[in-house]
């Protein structure tokens, strides 16, 4: 795969005035771009909500290693704008056959499985969210709203995306219950740790 070195930065925030302006969300974003370039990759980055070219997109992920969205989670999921996004991008590269051939089953092989006829190996996808969630509701049997669910349950969703196309799926990074703590700089500064076990995967 050619331009190892080159990484794409999704930010999926969605503006609701007077209640999330995307502050944090950016700022993680910015952690990143200036942990990859201090790394010697090139960056290339797209702010969904300030619009985009379908085209350019998938452009974008054929030409990158590794990509990574920034998300926050709205309603235990992506805002509507990502999944208005990855409709548009993986519909146009399934048709053009630049992620994917088909789901990789055929009539002649029924061996095949379905989801295996990803052309996107070698390649990396990360989702890095800000919840309003404690880290304390998953992973728990006895918390009744997730019921033990993980984090990486509550993305297969949009992980499941990019595995379809080949990708590899790296552990997510999670700043928990944005609302209610003091120390979010933590997390911030936290993170590039996270993206170091990233490169060294």
């Known amino acids: ?38 790394k010697g990759y090139e960056v290339l980055e797209t702010k969904i909500e300030s619009g985009y070219t379908i085209e350019e997109e998938v452009e974008k992920h054929l030409e990158t290693a590794i990509v ?29 056959q630049k992620f994917l051939s088909g789901d990789g ?11 295996s006829g990803g052309k996107m190996q070698g390649r990396k996808f990360m989702i890095c ?6 880290k304390e509701a998953f992973d728990n049997p006895e918390q009744n709203l997730l019921q033990g669910k993980s984090s990486t349950d509550l993305f297969l969703n949009i992980t499941s ?3 379809f196309c080949g990708y590899d799926i790296a552990p997510e990074f999670n700043c928990y219950n944005i609302f209610k703590r003091d120390d979010i700089a933590k997390d911030l500064e936290s993170y590039p740790l996270h993206l ?4 060294a995967s």
């Open 68 to 96: 990574i969205l920034q998300m926050p989670v709205n309603w235990f999921g992506a805002p509507w704008i990502y999944k208005k996004y990855a409709d548009e991008v993986f519909n146009s590269a399934l048709h053009s």
């Open 196 to 199: 170091e076990k990233l490169l």
């Open 161 to 163: 995306n990019y595995r």
């Open 129 to 134: 969210a800000t919840l309003n969630a404690p």
């Open 105 to 115: 089953r055929t009539r002649e092989d029924i061996t095949k499985q379905y989801g």
């Open 1 to 38: 795969m050619e331009n190892k070195k080159k990484v794409l930065l999704i930010n999926a925030h969605l503006t609701y005035p007077n209640w999330t302006e995307g502050t944090l969300n950016n700022a993680f974003q910015n952690v990143a771009k200036e942990f990859f370039q201090a």
